[in-house]
T-cell receptor, first 113, second 113 residues
Framework: DVKVTQSSRYLVKRTGEKVFLECVQD?????MFWYRQDPGLGLRLIYF???????EKGDIPEGYSVSREKKERFSLILESASTNQTSMYLC????????????FGDGTRLSIL | QKEVEQNSGPLSVPEGAIASLNCTYS??????FFWYRQYSGKSPELIMS????GDKEDGRFTAQLNKASQYVSLLIRDSQPSDSATYLC?????????????FGAGTRLAVHP
């Protein structure tokens, strides 16, 4: 079974802090994704990575950056957290061959106070 | 803009009935389609994949695909209260590469005893 592990289920941070969300997958997947999910807005793609050190902006990259130094690990960074970044953050991974689903971690519910 | 459309619901069905969830997609080049189940406060869980026109059955679940009509559906037979969740439809437009799925906003299903 694919295992995608996010470092925290719940996280509370303060406005202006630099926040790191970590994601690790154990299936040697090439692709990794970060989404945020808010009520009524569905899943929105923040960033994705298709290889080590390679990244592409998604639909809402502003205020975020990412890092992928190793194939199994994909980090999301909130450079200076703001209250409008309070959300559920979901990490996913997939193989790079065609017709592959994404597999999600358990999510991190982040509150910025 | 590639889109996947779902009725937000809630779709309310009695226990034991068939629940029918529908999804349309805009990118005619989409090749693969996925259904995810998401319980409240949890992350999406893959339940079905479908790639060819027609029906695909897995236990109580049947996915149906009609590429000519750009239409995907999920049938849940003998619905149980434990099926109450939000169901996300996703399409892989392939043209974007990297298995970057396009997700619908989800349909909320409520199964009442």
């Amino acid at each position: 079974d694919v295992k995608v592990t996010q470092s925290s289920r719940y996280l509370v941070k303060r406005t202006g802090e630099k926040v790191f969300l970590e994601c690790v997958q154990d299936m040697d997947h090439e692709n990794m994704f970060w989404y945020r999910q808010d009520p009524g807005l569905g899943l929105r793609l923040i960033y994705f990575s298709y290889d080590v050190k390679m990244k592409e902006k998604g639909d809402i990259p502003e205020g975020y950056s990412v890092s992928r130094e190793k194939k199994e690990r994909f980090s999301l960074i909130l450079e200076s957290a703001s209250t409008n970044q309070t959300s559920m953050y979901l990490c996913a991974s997939s193989l790079s061959t065609g017709n592959q689903p994404q597999h999600f971690g358990d999510g991190t519910r982040l509150s910025i106070l | 803009q590639k889109e996947v459309e779902q009725n937000s619901g809630p779709l309310s069905v009695p226990e034991g009935a068939i629940a029918s969830l529908n999804c349309t997609y805009s990118d005619r080049g989409s090749q693969s389609f996925f259904w995810y189940r998401q319980y409240s406060g949890k992350s999406p869980e893959l339940i079905m994949s479908i790639y060819s026109n027609g029906d695909k059955e897995d236990g109580r679940f049947t996915a149906q695909l009609n590429k000519a009509s750009q239409y995907v559906s999920l049938l849940i037979r003998d619905s149980q209260p434990s099926d109450s969740a939000t169901y996300l439809c996703a399409a892989d437009p392939i043209s974007g590469g990297y298995n970057k799925l396009i997700f619908g906003a989800g349909t909320r299903l409520a199964v009442h005893p």
